[in-house]
């Protein structure tokens, strides 16, 4: 009887896992202006942040996004769906503007408190951590003004 138990819930779990895969996240590349430009495309940019920022940020924040082949299996396609998302609502160095002083502020805030990148990020993407001295160059990037 318990044997029977165990095959009917783990038959109503494959069920549901297998069903889960039909409902896909929302499409996470947006549409682009023609005249959007890149944070690499910014010449304020030191390239040794430019490589920091596109290491360490870009996979959320750009519409450069590595998908691994997790990031195609319910539930985990949700979650990372949705944090792409909003991580490119909040910052998105593929639309960067003329001023970035907003935006730059942000990337400052997030580094000087080690908010980015999440620690849950970190541990499929160990490469991403920020250094001291990483972040030193951010902020010292942020902190000068090319004018």
């Known amino acids: 009887m318990a044997r029977l138990s165990v095959r ?11 069903a889960a895969q039909l409902v896909r996240p929302p499409a996470a590349e947006p549409a682009r202006s023609p005249n959007a430009r890149t944070i690499w ?10 490589s920091i920022l596109r290491r360490s940020c870009a996979d959320c924040h750009s519409l450069q ?6 990031a195609h299996v319910a539930p985990v396609s949700w979650m990372i769906s949705s944090d792409v998302r909003r991580a490119r609502e909040n ?3 593929s639309d960067w503007p ?5 935006e730059k502020g942000q ?11 999440p620690k849950r990020y970190l541990v499929m993407h160990p490469g991403a951590r920020l250094s001291d001295a990483q972040a ?6 942020i902190q000068s003004d090319p004018k």
């Open 91 to 93: 910052l998105d160095l």
């Open 8 to 18: 009917i819930s783990f038959g109503l779990l494959l069920a549901a896992f297998l």
């Open 41 to 50: 495309q910014d010449a304020a940019v030191p390239p040794e942040v430019a």
């Open 136 to 141: 030193r160059a951010i902020l010292r990037w």
């Open 98 to 102: 003329a001023e970035p002083d907003l």
């Open 65 to 70: 996004t590595s998908w691994p082949w997790y």
């Open 107 to 117: 990337i400052g805030d997030v580094v000087t408190n080690h908010l980015m990148p």
